[in-house]
T-cell receptor, first 114, second 111 residues
Framework: DTGVSQNPRHKITKRGQNVTFRCDPISEHNRLYWYRQTLGQGPEFLTYFQNEAQLEKSRLLSDRFSAERPKGSFSTLEIQRTEQGDSAMYLC????????????FGPGTRLTVL | EDQVTQSPEALRLQEGESSSLNCSYTVSGLRGLFWYRQDPGKGPEFLFTLYSAGEEKEKERLKATLTKKESFLHITAPKPEDSATYLCAVDGSSNTGKLIFGQGTTLQVKP
């Protein structure tokens, strides 16, 4: 299967701890997006990479959030000093520039901050 | 600022009872309008992309249409397996392709 994969699928952590999530996009896709989704809402944009370059970050993304995409392949999203308000589903999506921007999503990582 | 509003928030249908979901949008320049299906606890599954007013796309019991202000997802003779949340999103003013989503319509189809 060559779809988008995310790990871990679930993460439970205590307030103040750091967490890191991984996303492996579809191999030929050069665009990668992170979104956050809370219950009853649609996904909300967090950040975007084209190849290895991070080209946009949401104004909603605090300094506690950082993302990387080394070598333009997989991506990681780290949250430092987690807060209860960070509890959400974190979704990764990838697309191929010039193909119409159809974004294909992974299964998500469900974060619960106690 | 790009905005997307979906209605209704929830919809209950009997199996075979056709209906439509609405997505109203405000963008300064539409690059694409997307429909996704999302099952509980899973990531959104891509359904359709529409690019210009008057465009229509179909897949099984689903048909998506687009005007300059809104899009409709028509569901013909739905089955219980069509139960899910349907999300609408726009690729609008940004050059990055980020999607702006509505809050979704949760569809329940009873047998």
């Amino acid at each position: 299967d060559t779809g988008v994969s995310q790990n871990p699928r679930h993460k439970i952590t205590k307030r103040g701890q750091n967490v890191t999530f991984r996303c492996d996009p579809i191999s030929e896709h050069n665009r990668l997006y992170w979104y956050r989704q809370t219950l009853g809402q649609g996904p909300e944009f967090l950040t975007y990479f084209q190849n290895e370059a991070q080209l946009e970050k949401s104004r909603l993304l605090s300094d506690r959030f950082s993302a990387e995409r080394p070598k333009g392949s997989f991506s990681t999203l780290e949250i430092q000093r987690t807060e209860q308000g960070d509890s959400a589903m974190y979704l990764c999506a990838s697309s191929q520039y010039g193909s119409g921007n159809e974004q294909f999503f992974g299964p998500g990582t469900r974060l619960t901050v106690l | 600022e790009d905005q997307v509003t979906q209605s209704p928030e929830a919809l209950r249908l009997q199996e075979g009872e056709s209906s439509s979901l609405n997505c109203s949008y405000t963008v300064s320049g539409l690059r694409g309008l997307f429909w996704y299906r999302q099952d509980p606890g899973k990531g959104p599954e891509f359904l359709f992309t529409l690019y210009s007013a008057g465009e229509e796309k179909e897949k099984e019991r689903l048909k998506a249409t687009l005007t300059k202000k809104e899009s409709f997802l028509h569901i013909t003779a739905p089955k219980p397996e069509d139960s899910a949340t349907y999300l609408c999103a726009v690729d609008g003013s940004s050059n990055t392709g980020k999607l702006i989503f509505g809050q979704g319509t949760t569809l329940q189809v009873k047998p």
